[in-house]
């Protein structure tokens, strides 16, 4: 392959001349921490050269102090352990928004066997397309590795990594409400759409687009997750893609530097490979997205939350009631009205967390009533606990809602001089600074649904393991038909059309920071906990031949991964990247071209 073998650098050899050169450089500190060269496959003629002190010099000055030496956070608390500022940090990383305003944090703070989160010694804050293209170039120039951060979201810790200049994009959030926008090159008519800047997070999007102007956005569930960055490129799924499909779907146009430094407006009419792959191909791989415009939707009227638990009296009752839910569940809630997941539990439980929209709160328990009239005709077998509560659709991102209402429910910032409307979902604490033993995931395709039975022993036997969620969101057969239109022409893996729900099995713990005293892993557990989700997942995945999984949110060990995330359209995708990036410059863990780097 192109870029496979061209390369006669090494690590080493790169490290020892960045060294070298450090070693003489008045400007000791940048260069002391510099990442090193990467193997770039280049031309043997145009190999790169380690930046030179001057170079970084000439780069600073280019870029008007927006380039800087990364810290983390937690250096205090590896400095000065158990003192008030070591403690004051840890608390403020458990703050996701406090996360995202450090290019040295990450909200994966490591995964067992896999990786402890690094920073990149250096960054660049970028405020533009222009900073990006500086960036490059010089990265290209010295080949240097580039990493990408806007919120640091990414599970598989590729928003940071120790050999690498990262190009941070926080400062870039601006949000722009369209009421007929043409994407550039088209004859159409207009569209209503929003256009979000690089670092923008999800709450600011909603902001712009739900809270001001009455529409509705198809997002992530978490409101500091990224609306231009890894999500939308790797698919992006939220409460509601039942109804309005992935992120990547609802893509009308997207502006990017090229690993060659070009700025490209890239859309249907233009570049459609590129816009076609930046839907879905992942991020951190095709360029660096500086700007994206989505289409809006009209805004649902009525979100419910239905909430509770069934809990069955022994592992034989548990089998019935899942076999039950797996013959209720195709005709009744695999269907645009309903979102979210129901966990099953080693504990022979069934906890239901579900969001229906648009439906008035009796037609959503009627929906449940047969499954619910079978689970009280045998009390000496079940318990149950049902809620509930719907509100507004228009409130679901209005802090002022929340904090009269339901309080309890989210986290507003709480530090001085935020932004007033800044909050979280309280649900999502648990992925603020999270390390993992075990995460892995499955699409279940619909045909699972056929053999009640068979799909009832398979889900039992992997809860003996360890509980897992069952996302009925996360999957789009069942889905509206627009939306399904709108996915096809995505590189989504085709898989997730014949799939009826994704299933993830975690076990993690947050406030572990390896390398922080007091904060590490506990490795026993670790690797307990990794072997138990191990083990329930291959119940699941032997079940499901072939079924594939969701980029974004997959183990770090998935098998035969390209195949999983993209399944048919690989071929086509690593086409499109060897052509758009020859020499693999923008290449991360389980990325699209990223095993002929040797990254994978
Ligand atoms: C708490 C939490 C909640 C989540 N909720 C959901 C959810 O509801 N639905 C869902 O589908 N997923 C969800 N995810 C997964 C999420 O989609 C991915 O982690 C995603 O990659 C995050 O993107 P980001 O830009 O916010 O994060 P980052 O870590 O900043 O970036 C992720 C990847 O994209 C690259 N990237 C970032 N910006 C750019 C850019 N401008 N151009 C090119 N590449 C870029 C980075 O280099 C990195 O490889 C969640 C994750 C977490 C931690």
Known sequence: MAYHDESKWTRRTTMKLVGAVAALSPLGWLLGAAPAAMPWPTSATLRPRPPSANDWQKLEEALQGQLFKVSSPLDICRSAPGSPAAKAAIEDMKNPFFLEEQPGATHTTGWIGAFDAAVSPQAIAAENADDITLAVDFASKHGLKLVIKGTGHDYLGRSSAPDSLLIWTHKMRDVEVHDAFVPEGGAIDGIPAVTVSAGTRWLEAYDAVTNHSGRYVQGGGCTSVGACGGFTLGSGFGALSKRFGTGAGS???????????????????????????????????????????????????????????????????????????????????????????????????????????????????????????????????????????????????????????????????????????????????????????????????????????????????????????????????????????????????????????????????????????????????????????????????????????????????????????????????????????????FSTHHSVGSELRNES
């Not at 809630?333 to 009796?362: C, H, M, Q, Y």
């Open 251 to 585: 893509m009308l146009e997207a502006e990017v530097v090229t690993a060659n430094g070009e700025v490209l407006v890239v859309n249907k009419f233009q570049h459609p490979d590129l816009f076609w792959a930046l839907r879905g191909g992942g991020g951190g791989t095709f360029g660096i997205v500086t700007r994206l415009t989505l289409m809006t939707h009209e805004l649902p009227e009525i979100v419910g939350g239905f909430m509770g638990h069934i809990q069955a009296k022994s592992d034989a009752a548990f089998r019935r009631l899942i076999e039950r839910f797996a013959a209720f569940y195709p005709d009744n809630i695999n269907n645009p009205s309903w979102g979210e997941t129901v966990k099953f539990t080693p504990e022979n439980r069934l906890e239901l967390a579900l969001i229906f929209i648009d439906l008035p709160e009796e037609e959503a328990i009627g929906t449940w009533q047969p499954f619910l009239d079978w689970v009280d005709a045998h009390p000496a077998e079940y318990e149950r606990e049902i809620k509930i509560v719907s509100v507004p659709f228009k409130d679901y991102w209005n802090i002022d809602f929340w904090l009269e209402n339901y309080p309890a429910l989210i986290q507003k910032d709480p530090r001085v001089r935020q932004p007033r409307g800044q909050f979280w979902w309280k649900t999502n604490d648990s992925a603020v600074s999270e390390y993992m033993y075990g995460y892995q995931s499955r699409w279940i395709p619909l045909e699972n649904f056929r053999d009640p039975v068979r799909l009832a022993e398979t889900f039992f036997e992997a809860s003996r393991h360890w509980s897992f969620k069952f996302y009925i969101n996360k999957a789009l057969a069942g889905a509206a038909p627009e939306a399904v239109e709108r996915d096809r022409r995505t590189c989504i893996n085709p898989s997730v059309f014949d799939a009826a729900a994704w299933v993830l099995m975690q076990a993690s713990d947050t406030s572990i920071f390896p390398g922080v005293p007091g904060h590490e892993p506990d490795r026993l557990k670790a690797e307990e906990l990794a072997a138990r989700v191990s083990a329930g997942m291959s119940v699941i995945r032997e079940a499901t031949p072939g079924a594939g999984n969701y980029a974004n949110e997959a183990d770090y060990h998935e098998p035969d991964w390209q195949e999983a995330f993209w399944g048919s359209h690989y071929p086509r995708l690593l086409a499109i990247k060897q052509r758009y990036d020859p020499t693999g410059m």
